[in-house]
């Protein structure tokens, strides 16, 4: 009688559903910087949380200042997105944070860096960045000139599942530091920049001989782009998110949720992540600033 009971209760157990665990994505929101609607750090991480809500299986955390209020939030996390100003400033290269990000790399976490964020110093981060995520912002390399970016071609990649072609005025940082020979790295989001990107003079941020001879060219500029890592882990770089009102674009805002699931390993839908963002949700969150709000401008594409 115990044996049938014990075979009953298996049949029982093998015959429920079997529920997989949730995806959990970690956002980091760099402190308040610049005026009002830019690098509107925590805004935009709360928005793209709010924006992934509808996806199946996927839980998000924001975490604010930085870093995350309780290091126990990294347990089980699939990716960490970090949003934040970059350089000297950047919260990653504070104290031994970096080493805390390495370890998580390390097992195959994957990492997601948006605008300014995409910027260690060459003398601390670059090569972990280049590794983590496939490039980077470097100094005297890289330059950060605001311009429209006119994306006319997407690749054939998850990331790009759904992405129409768009153009948006942005920070677009270009001619960015990549893996030698751009090793496992995917370019996601191109343009040619616009002669206008060299009216500056040469400076850390503002130009030297090799951008201006890239653009000279016309070469395209890569601004967004995948990485997978040895271990399987995976990165992206996406270097908009300067303008808050960009986050307004559904096809701009779709990419970047893409990647986001990408790298977290989760499922990008065919279509890609499909999103509303109103302009209530796009003048929400923002941090206290000095200076009046500019108007908000409808900025999804006409369908």
């Not at 980091?28 to 992934?52: D, N, V, Y």
């Not at 309780?70 to 997105?81: R, W």
């Not at 990485?227 to 808050?244: C, I, L, S």
Request: positive net charge; aromatic residues 8%.
């Amino acid at each position: 009688m115990k044996t049938k009971l014990l075979l009953a209760a298996l049949a029982l157990c093998l015959a429920l559903p079997t529920f997989a665990a949730d995806t959990k994505i970690i956002f980091i929101a760099g402190r308040p910087s610049h005026g009002p609607l830019s690098h509107e750090h925590r805004a935009g991480c709360l928005l793209l949380a709010k924006s992934l809500s509808g996806v199946k299986g996927i839980v998000t955390e924001v975490h604010t200042n930085g870093w995350v209020s309780d290091e126990k939030a990294f347990e089980g996390a699939a990716a960490v997105v970090v949003y934040s100003d970059g350089g000297g400033n950047h919260p990653f290269l504070k104290d031994d944070k970096l080493e805390k990000i390495g370890a998580l790399m390390k097992k195959g976490v994957g990492l997601g860096a948006i605008h300014y964020a995409v910027e260690p110093t060459t003398a601390k981060g670059n090569a972990e960045f280049r590794d983590w995520i496939g490039g980077c912002f470097e100094t005297h390399w890289s330059v950060n000139p605001h311009w429209d970016g006119d994306f006319k071609m997407l690749p054939k990649h998850p990331v790009a599942n759904g992405v129409k072609p768009f153009k948006t005025n942005d920070e677009w940082y270009f001619h960015m530091r990549f893996r030698d020979g751009m090793k496992d790295v995917t370019p996601i989001l191109s343009a040619v920049a616009p002669a206008t990107t060299m009216n500056r003079g040469d400076g850390p941020h503002s130009g030297n001989p090799a951008v201006r001879e890239a653009v000279k060219s016309g070469a395209p500029q890569h601004v967004m782009w995948v990485a997978t890592r040895a271990g399987g882990g995976r990165g992206f770089g996406f270097t908009g998110g300067h303008n808050h009102l960009g986050w307004g674009n559904a096809d701009q805002r779709k990419v970047v949720l893409n990647g986001i699931l990408w790298i977290a390993k989760a499922e990008v839908p065919a279509g890609g992540v499909e999103s509303t963002v109103t302009q209530e949700d796009l003048m929400a969150n923002l941090d206290p600033k000095g200076g009046a709000k500019p108007p908000v401008k409808k900025t999804e594409p006409k369908q």
